[in-house]
């Protein structure tokens, strides 16, 4: 987000050395934020919220899991369980912690829609 270009091979999918996704600073700054409200959300869980009602957290919990579960399924291509580009610094790292990564958080928020 603050134009470091350090480690944006292993972050972004690529295509012989041509960046598939060349984010904007917004657009970095839209999945982060996402990232700390899906945070909130399972933090929410445990009653800090008391605000809300238990019921929207559960929901919700499960809709992150369903996120997190299409993105470790990936395209079909570059990204995900089924992608075609593993060769890439992207690809490799994709298969050994992104996606390994999105399928833990998962089954985490799954686990905890239904255990509270």
């Not at 957290?57 to 075609?84: H, S």
Request: glycine share 8%.
């Amino acid at each position: 987000m603050f134009g470091g270009k350090w480690g944006l091979s292993a972050a972004l999918p690529e295509m012989a050395n041509n960046k598939i996704l060349n984010p904007s600073a917004f657009s970095t700054f839209v999945v982060a934020f996402g990232l700390l409200v899906f945070a909130g959300i399972t933090i929410g869980q445990t009653g800090v919220f008391y605000f809300l009602p238990l019921h929207f957290f559960i929901v919700t919990n499960y809709c992150i899991a369903t996120i997190f579960l299409l993105r470790a399924v990936g395209d079909f291509r570059y990204i995900g369980v089924f992608r075609k580009v593993n060769t890439t610094t992207f690809g490799i790292h994709d298969k050994k912690y992104f996606t390994p990564l999105c399928l833990i958080i998962c089954v985490n928020c799954i686990l905890i829609a239904i255990l509270h």
